[in-house]
């Protein structure tokens, strides 16, 4: 541990301040509705400095009961501004259900001192700002910690050697791996890089720099996504260069030192915090988060099956990246709150009798409520045959079965998904796969309901011309009506030699899905999808650097398959 015990000790006379949350903050508080009632008027004290581990100021809101008593206090520390919605979403919301709340705008952000350096600083300043919480009157030692995104990644960088105030975390689909959250196997995420570098430019100036930002990016996408080479296209759009984000899009491999110490993981590995993860089927940052279950559950973090026992729960809901802050944010703030509660005021009426909560999607969608998340679920393997079907027959050869070309002047287009923005989710895949370099592979009609439930993947075997490609492979449910909607999806690269196959395993993210009867299963599979990636060259370039393209031709191998984890009817 780096920092002492806080001792318990008499609580100093504190005059709180009677100022009100600004007005766009008591606005949009006003908008929701299905949340539990307030219990305190709230207070707030804006604009404090609180020192960064560098001595940098970063200036801090605090929001509060105005009323006496000994509450619990939030560290919410982020890199979008203090504004609208996390003034209100955060501050005021867990201030009137009595809590402390800071919300701390990240170095060289929200006019904060210093400079925004993407995950280095984040560790030191979250103790330097326990260690200001400490000369605090009103603080009383009981820390917890709760927030989105970005803002889950520093609360994983805080757990990493966690000041023994801390007792309780709530991330609420977070990130801890920034690689991940750019690249795959070395193919950048392209929309993610554009999208989380004009959020991290502009969000914390306020929400007329950042709306007039998005609008221009989206004018200017489609020459960023097809400027050859890639590298420094992204200005245009962005209004100004950003060196964080240069550094990030050129180096797309995990082991390269520039990623040494960006990831969190590790704050995982040990049980002790009581941690609250929250995703949703098709947020961009839903594999981290079972990522960090399932490295909680190895460590022991998950406990009994009963609420009281365990230290670890999750909940994953019908929801993107955004829509779990909106049409989802009744149920994630009514976890949070209740995790939170349970951890720092020890109520634990508001938990939930089992540590996993999921919504299955499709027939009949429902919650269903789970002792743990089936990470090793028996699997059922379904193979492609060469006139487009699926079938639970094993090949018995590995001959070629179709091949798919990818042409970067015209490339196959990204639909849907885990995204960071819109349209993310399920959509309607037909126009998708109505193109000549995407191929789907069809089951047959159902006769019963098929649930799948765990983590899904696809055995690819495949050959290029070039010797460099990518694959990009989707599940999918055809209704009755022959709609495809997809489901979950994964991408990797291909490294091949010659005609010889190259063999990889794409993990496609994890699901709860249920297939009706009547519907069928489709496996879906093309060499791209462009701009959630950056194009493969073809010629073993760099993606970002090369100016040369060259269409790659994808033969894909009988011996290939889709990989499901069947839950129980």
């Not at 950042?210 to 209004?239: E, I, S």
Request: with cysteine; proline share 9%.
């Amino acid at each position: 541990m780096t920092s002492p015990t806080h001792e318990a000790r008499p609580m100093p006379a504190w005059t709180p301040s009677a100022a009100k949350p600004p007005l766009s903050a008591r606005m949009m508080r006003a908008t929701w509705r299905g949340l539990p009632p307030k219990r305190h008027r709230i207070g707030w004290e804006p604009g404090l400095s609180v020192p960064a581990a560098d001595g940098s100021p970063l200036i801090t809101d605090h929001y509060f009961p105005r009323e006496e008593g000994d509450f619990p206090t939030l560290l919410v520390r982020s890199p979008y501004g203090r504004g609208v919605p996390w003034s209100p979403q955060y501050g005021m919301l867990f201030a009137e259900q009595g809590f402390h709340v800071i919300l701390q705008s990240c170095r060289g952000t929200g006019g904060s001192g210093g400079t925004f350096d993407l995950w280095r600083n984040e560790a030191a300043d979250g103790l330097a700002a326990v260690s200001w919480l400490r000369e605090q009157p009103w603080f009383n030692g009981t820390l917890g910690t709760v927030g989105p995104s970005y803002l889950g990644y520093v609360q994983w960088a805080l757990a990493l050697d966690p000041p023994p105030e801390l007792k309780a975390m709530a991330v609420q689909v977070g990130l801890h791996d920034p690689y991940a959250l750019f690249h795959t196997d070395g193919a950048l995420k392209l929309e993610n890089a554009l999208l989380v570098g004009a959020g991290m430019t502009y969000q914390h100036r306020g929400m007329g720099p950042f709306v007039k930002a998005t609008l221009r990016l989206k004018r200017h996408l489609k020459d960023v996504v097809n400027a050859r080479p890639l590298r420094g296209a992204y200005a245009a759009a962005l209004g100004q260069e950003v060196p964080w984000l240069d550094d990030v899009m050129t180096h797309p491999e995990a082991d390269d030192p520039y990623w040494k110490g960006a990831s969190a993981a590790a704050a995982a590995d040990r049980p002790g915090i009581p941690t609250a993860l929250i995703t949703g089927w098709h947020d961009a940052l839903v594999d981290q988060t079972f990522a960090q279950y399932a490295r909680l559950r190895a460590s022991g973090a998950l406990g009994a099956s009963e609420a009281s026992g365990a230290e670890v729960t999750l909940l994953a809901g019908p929801w993107t990246h955004a829509s779990a802050l909106q049409q989802g944010w009744p149920e994630v703030f009514a976890e949070s709150l209740a995790w939170l509660r349970a951890h720092l005021c020890d109520d634990r009426s508001g938990l939930r009798p089992t540590p996993v909560r999921v919504h299955t999607g499709g027939a009949d969608a429902a919650w269903q409520d789970l002792d743990a998340w089936p990470l090793d679920p028996a699997t059922t393997s379904w193979f492609p045959t060469p006139d487009g079907h699926l079938t639970r027959q094993p090949p018995t050869d590995t001959a070629a079965l179709a091949a798919v070309r990818h042409d970067p002047a015209a490339p196959t287009p990204s639909l849907g998904g885990p995204l960071l923005s819109l349209p993310a989710g399920a959509r309607d895949n037909g126009t998708l796969e109505s193109r000549d370099d995407v191929l789907t592979f069809t089951g047959p009609v159902l006769t019963e309901p098929v649930t799948v439930l765990g983590a899904v993947s696809a055995r690819i075997s495949a050959s290029t011309d070039t010797g460099h490609g990518d694959v990009f492979t989707r599940l999918c449910d055809v209704d009755a009506a022959g709609r495809s909607t997809n489901v979950c999806d994964g991408y990797a690269r291909l490294r091949t030699s010659g005609e010889e196959p190259a063999h990889v395993t794409v993990p496609m993210s994890s699901t709860a899905y249920r297939f009706a009867a009547g519907h069928r299963i489709r496996w879906q599979i093309s060499a791209g999808a462009h701009p959630r990636y950056a194009q493969n060259p073809g010629t073993g370039e760099s993606r970002v650097e090369a100016t040369e393209f060259v269409p790659i031709r994808v033969t894909v191998h009988a011996d290939s398959a889709l990989l499901l984890p069947q839950g129980e009817e």
